[in-house]
């Protein structure tokens, strides 16, 4: 049997309402998702009967609610959401997982474009992770990095099961 890929739109849709909500809160308030941002205005639009023009005349937290109640979301706002989720709502633990792994960053942000990380430090930087962190928060950032790149983060997969399984 072949395993269900992982995608940004799959990860929104296991994610709490909370973390939903924070998602979507930070994805109004990023200036650079413009363009993101009036897909979802007219997501929520369509999805809520209501006019575009009084979505975008809403207040964010009222447009990151409603964003938030949509659970199936198309895949580009769903991984533009995760993204700026963990930027805003989850750096320390980017940051305590990246330094764990020896890997250079800048406050949570990878700063080359190709890393490898060492396997051998996977392991001890989830535990870590899973010891300073809520499970949950654990388990969404490991997948959200599985799922941006499957390649280099394989390692993980295994991981991260453990993790969602209490171990």
Known sequence: MTETPLTA????????SAQRVAAADAFWRDEQATDDQVQAVMLIAQQKKFRPKSVIALDFDRKARHL???????E????????LYHLTAQRPMMVTFLDALGIAHEDGVIKEDSVTPDAGKLAPAVATLAREYPAEAVSLYLRT??????????GLRDLVTGIEAGS
């Open 68 to 74: 938030a109640s949509i659970v199936n979301l198309p």
């Open 76 to 83: 580009a706002l769903a991984a533009r959401a995760l993204i």
């Open 145 to 154: 990095l599985l799922c941006q790149d499957p390649e280099t983060w394989e």
């Open 9 to 16: 739109a799959r990860l929104w849709k296991h994610m709490t």
